[in-house]
């Protein structure tokens, strides 16, 4: 069901199934601001107080689609405001919010979200070029969840190939951040994951993931929340990574991201990053990458 509200004094659209509730503002940004469970509280991080401000770019939290430039992660087309009204348009099973064109690069970005099950949702990220001249970059899903003393969070890795491995960055420093170190014990590496542990301390990670999953889950508030993008082993990623993680000071917020593969748009065209969220109605934990494929079947 969709249903026309406010959220935070903004314009918004309300998504509600048996299982879960999802609510995307439109009269800025586009954002995802509240994802949970219809009668509880909002898994995402949203920064009413904003915590999070560099020039006239308010982070203001929930999902937000990222641009990362050819060969940089970050850049200063990355925390481009997004402060104007956006368009909704609504369809049987979803919506999509697209903002503006951005006055500097010709771009819009927004996001289409369709209901698969009571319990699952496609969020299609996007940016189309509606410049005259060509554009490059890759698209940057970023969601800001917000946990709690028990929450935990895991990254599929490697591809059950006969020559398995996967690329992992460790950050020191890094757009003047000081954070926590290479030896970091907030990342463990098991098996077939990355665990994190968020312990109020900054710092990042990104990695390569080819199955594509990134979970949050937990026990005490007894759900796990996850979300899985393709990969494209001959693609060229930001720093060969297409996820994310980030742990922000006193465990403020912890962001899942993924990245889709540069890509050279020519004016007219999309480029999209399709993501699978699960909202489990109970915490399925993370012992291994099997369980939580299995969360998506």
């Not at 309300?14 to 219809?38: C, Q, S, W």
């Not at 995402?44 to 641009?67: E, M, N, P, T």
Request: net charge neutral; proline share 5%.
């Amino acid at each position: 069901m969709l249903t026309q509200t406010t959220f935070d004094g903004h314009k918004a659209i309300e998504l509600t199934t048996k299982a879960l509730k999802l609510v995307a503002v439109y009269g800025i940004g586009p954002r995802i601001a509240f994802l949970g469970k219809p009668s509880g509280e909002n898994l995402l991080f949203w920064d009413s107080a904003k915590k999070c401000v560099r020039g006239q770019w308010h982070l203001r939290g929930g999902h937000r689609v990222w641009i990362a430039r050819p060969g940089a992660d970050e850049c200063e087309e990355t925390y481009s405001p997004d402060n104007a009204e956006a368009t909704l348009e609504t369809g049987k099973d979803g919506f999509t919010i697209t903002s503006p064109v951005d006055a500097f690069n010709g771009t819009r970005r927004g996001f289409s979200v369709k209901v698969l099950d009571d319990n699952k949702i496609e969020v299609e990220n996007f940016i189309v070029n509606s410049s005259v001249m060509l554009y490059s970059g890759s698209i940057w899903g970023l969601t800001c969840t917000l946990p709690g003393k028990a929450t935990k969070y895991a990254f599929t890795i490697g591809d059950d190939s006969e020559w398995d491995c996967f690329s992992y960055i460790l950050f020191k420093k890094w757009g003047g951040h000081d954070c926590g170190g290479f030896d970091d014990p907030q990342f463990t590496l098991t098996k077939d994951l990355l665990l994190v542990s968020p312990a109020g301390v900054v710092n990042k990670r990104a990695l390569q993931s080819a199955k594509g999953i990134a979970a949050m889950d937990d026990p005490k508030r007894n759900f796990t929340f996850l979300k899985k993008s393709s990969y494209d082993p001959m693609g060229r990623y930001p720093m060969n990574a297409n996820q994310a993680v980030y742990i922000g000071a006193d465990n403020f917020m912890v962001e899942m991201e993924t990245m889709t593969p540069e890509a050279t748009l020519k004016p007219g065209a999309t480029l999209s990053n399709k993501e699978t969220w699960v909202l489990a109605p109970s915490s399925i934990g993370l012992d291994n990458a099997a369980k939580l494929e299995a969360a998506f079947k």
